[in-house]
């Protein structure tokens, strides 16, 4: 089969179009072949080595750990799942380094398996994965909220969405807009407002702004009730002007800031403020399945998808443009980037 693979950290070009076997799947494993893979910061951070040497020597490693396709076969005490099931994964690449997506076919426990609802397409189940289960758990973590999703679970809530146009925001307008949520997103231009608006936004504030809460409590005059977070450091001093007491800042990045992020005590004392960072390699599996089994009710409702009419322009590249894919993720294009591993059907 074709593979994707690096042997060490390092720029896209250290990935390489390769041949390797395919595996048979173990006890409590399945096979699928992948149809659609994609790629999230996650994967080209680790690629790149994070706090890695550049050029630093790794096991053989295929890329990316969304994706979405089609169970070719099932080892022993397997059940649930047969060949032919359409299936999206869940963090395939966590497994091991021969686990990722970006490549024609990927051998995984079960538990990383979620069937695809009638409805939804391959472009979903691969589009949706990381994002999504980041969006999902950030709308569950706060004290007077829900833990699950469910149409009606954040009825008369306000939720402030920090980064609209990006992959995470936009899972979260909308997981929150099928959970009854008011959602308000920030957009730094014209053009992200759009998708924002797309994804359901109903309230969309362009940044930098300084009088950015002042118009946040326009539309939330009691204060917002949950923030996620995209760029931590940056906005830190604006959720102590639009939380409400007990509100929630549920932050996944630190997009453009320093590394360091500075909290007033005061104002977030006063407050009753509470903060959650959040990553899913550590949330723990009953929080992944959790997220899994309400993304995959929010995408047989029909709520949730990738696509331009979503506000989630598609940007698709084939199996031996991996390398190119990767760089036009880190180069910060706006969208879903895809790679076409397999045929559908």
């Known amino acids: 089969m074709k593979a994707i693979v690096y042997r060490r950290h390092g720029g896209p070009e250290v990935l390489e179009l390769s041949e390797r076997a395919v595996a048979d799947p173990g006890p409590g494993e399945v096979r699928v072949r992948i149809v659609v893979s994609a790629v999230n910061p996650t994967d080209w951070k680790a690629r790149g080595g994070l706090r890695a040497e550049p050029g630093a020597e790794v ?3 295929v890329p990316d750990q969304d994706g979405a396709g089609v169970v070719d076969a099932v080892g022993p005490d397997v059940t649930g799942f047969a060949p032919g099931d359409r299936v999206w994964l869940i963090l395939a690449g966590a497994y091991g380094p021969a686990s990722g997506t970006a490549q024609e076919y990927t051998v995984l426990p079960a538990s990383k398996l979620v069937r695809l609802p009638d409805g939804a397409g391959f472009d979903d189940g691969a589009g949706l994965g990381v994002p999504a289960l980041t969006a999902h758990r950030a709308l569950t ?22 980064g609209g146009a990006g992959a995470v925001g936009n899972a979260a307008i909308q997981l929150g807009r099928w959970a009854g949520a008011t959602v308000i997103a920030t957009v730094s231009s014209a053009e992200k407002a759009a998708l924002a608006r797309a994804a359901g936004a109903q309230h969309v504030l362009r940044y930098p702004d300084p009088e950015l809460g002042a118009r946040i409590r326009e539309v939330a005059p009691d204060g917002v009730d949950l923030v996620v977070e995209v760029a931590m450091g940056v906005n830190a001093k604006l959720h102590t002007e639009v939380l409400r007491p007990r509100g929630t800042v549920a932050t996944y990045g630190d997009d453009r800031g320093t590394g360091t992020v500075s909290l007033e005590f005061g104002p977030n004392l006063m407050l009753n403020a509470r903060y959650q960072f959040l990553v899913l390699y550590t949330v723990g599996e009953d929080k992944l399945r959790a997220g899994a089994e309400d993304i995959t009710a929010a995408l047989a409702d029909g ?11 598609i940007h698709r590249f084939p199996l031996a443009e991996t390398a190119k894919a990767h760089a036009a993720s880190e180069d910060g294009i706006t969208g879903k980037v895809l790679i076409d591993v397999s045929p559908a059907g």
């Open 303 to 313: 709520a949730l998808g990738v696509g331009e009419e979503r506000g989630v322009p």
């Open 59 to 61: 096991p053989e490693t």
């Open 141 to 162: 973590v706060a004290e007077d909220g829900p833990s699950r999703l469910s149409p009606g679970a954040l009825a008369g809530r306000t939720v402030l969405v920090s």
